[in-house]
């Protein structure tokens, strides 16, 4: 069985399909996986390259939001739990600091400046917030340790 790689090329003004050969490596734009599971009769989409400025801007602003929404719910819910471990925020912490890198690094590229500084100056907060916790945890943890004796 011989695999052959199909690309499409979407144009909102062509209604009919064209079919031909791209070099995605030198194709410019914002790549995409998709992660859909919802199985359906049509094309399967394994990766998507977006071109569109437009297009772009609005697929990342919905994704930092989705993730910074994400951030603050287990803030909050480290907050409301009583029995917390500092490993679990520290991870999470890691990841705010990796997901800071990805937006000055990928996403400057696509997005304007006074977003980013905006996005930036949001994950900054989360980030501080998350320290703050780490620091107050751990010194809840040695004050019992230095009552228990």
């Not at 994950?123 to 501080?128: H, P």
Request: charged fraction near 35%; aromatic fraction near 10%.
């Amino acid at each position: 069985m011989i695999l052959v790689n199909k690309y499409y090329i979407c144009d909102k003004d062509n209604n009919e399909k064209i079919y031909g050969y791209l070099n995605y490596s030198r194709l410019e734009g914002f790549k995409v996986k998709p992660r859909n599971n919802v199985k359906y009769d049509g094309i399967e989409v394994g990766k998507l390259t977006l071109v569109e400025p437009s297009l772009i801007e609005k697929v990342l602003r919905r994704k930092t939001k989705i993730k910074l929404n994400t951030y603050l719910n287990f803030l909050i819910s480290f907050l409301e739990d009583e029995d917390n471990d500092d490993g679990s925020l520290s991870l999470v912490l890691d990841d705010v600091k990796r997901y800071k890198a990805i937006i000055t690094n990928k996403y400057s590229k696509f997005l304007d400046a006074r977003y980013i500084k905006k996005l930036l100056l949001k994950v900054n907060f989360i980030e501080d917030e998350m320290k703050d916790k780490i620091r107050e945890y751990n010194r809840s943890l040695q004050t019992r340790k230095g009552k228990g004796r």
